[in-house]
């Protein structure tokens, strides 16, 4: 049986095969991929010089001397940000964008004719590959606040209610997202926050108003916590809600409530060993089967 490192190794080598990573003008553009990643990586409105070394995991060296060549064809301009002179951003020109453009058609039919090739085993491989990316790319995940009504937001709970629906057997289908709802979610009233890694959304959580604790202080209900399979197993549940946590301190409540379903082991587990603690059925859910409540501390 081959040793674990000769199958990571193998792992690489078909995916820089496959990736053009070995061409010397890749997707035929007539630069190397090293030098079409920088690239492609500054945004429209442009992009600081440290975030784009950041994001790419490069020495400041190699970074200055590709943006350099890129500059020389015309595709990029280089200039003191405008809010901080000690920084320097990185622009794309009309010349850059197109060449962006060019590059993300030739990527894009380059991996519909992986997908094609693939055939029925395309779901699982997708899948397979938002994992290894989502591990890999761990240290990059970052969690923030987002409207609810974001079509990101809304994407991100379709994805909770099809979760439960299969956990459970039956169709989960909670009320429409109308207005007050959605009122319900976002500052001052609430808050709903997205986990996201490399451009994919993998998780979310809300918090809505709920009333008062007994001596009168304002109490709030975790709903919608959902990490995408992809992402399980690296603590970003647990992450999620130490955030919303954060997230009611700030809107000023001292306790927090929530329910679940006994099916959902993995979420009984980690509310009970992060301060949670059992209280009586406080809603008429109809799915709920446990209850939960939290003091937070200042």
Partial sequence: MDSAIARIRRFN??????????EQSYLGRGRPLGVARVLCAIAPEGTELAALRAALGLDSGLLSRTLRGLEDEGLVTLAADPDDARRRRAA????????????DALSDARAGAILRGLGRDGAAMLDAMDRIAVVLGRARISVARIDPADPR????????????????????????????VLDDLRPPRGSFLIAACDGLDIGC????????TPDGAPQGEVKRLWVAGAARGLGLARRLMA?????????????????TNATLTEALALY??????????????????HWFAKALAP
């Fill in 92 to 103: 794309l020109t009309p010349e850059g964008l197109a060449e962006v453009a060019a590059y």
């Fill in 272 to 289: 009970r060993s992060s301060g949670w603690h059992d209280i009586a059925r406080y809603n008429d859910n109809p799915h709920a089967q």
């Fill in 243 to 259: 955030a919303i946590e954060d997230e009611a301190r700030l809107l000023g409540m001292a306790a927090l409530r929530l329910d």
């Fill in 205 to 212: 959580v809300g918090l809505r108003p709920d009333g008062t």
């Fill in 153 to 180: 937001a809304t994407a991100a709970r379709g994805h909770y209610y099809a979760e439960l629906s299969g956990r459970f057997g039956t169709v989960f289908a909670p009320g429409p997202d109308t207005p007050a």
């Fill in 13 to 22: 080598r078909a995916v820089t095969q496959e990736a053009g990573a070995l």
